[in-house]
């Protein structure tokens, strides 16, 4: 986590590879501009897999926006991170 940073949640689950592929992405997006994940396991929670289980990989941003479903958009993120 980055201190000062904006922050995203990302949502996931193990075994999914559009999961891995975001993961990766935002990785590389976090590099270059120092933003915080927090990665969520949605199979550890019976909540979030009951609101959640079938849009993974989601990422949302600290207000609950959601910036990317299924496959990072990372106009829209960039966009979120720069803020208003």
């Known amino acids: 986590m980055v ?5 995203v949640r990302f ?8 999961c891995d592929d975001m ?11 120092g933003f915080g994940v927090t990665e969520v396991d949605v199979d550890q929670d019976a909540d979030l897999k009951q609101r ?6 989601l990422l949302l941003g600290a207000q609950g926006e959601c910036l990317s479903e299924y496959y990072l958009d ?4 960039l966009s979120y991170l720069q803020g208003p």
Request: hydrophobic fraction near 25%.
């Open 11 to 18: 949502y996931h689950r193990e075994g999914c590879h559009l």
């Open 52 to 57: 959640f289980g079938q849009r993974i990989p």
């Open 74 to 77: 990372p106009k829209r993120l």
């Open 3 to 7: 201190t000062g940073a904006r922050q």
């Open 23 to 33: 993961r990766e992405l935002l990785g590389e997006l976090q590099h270059t501009h």
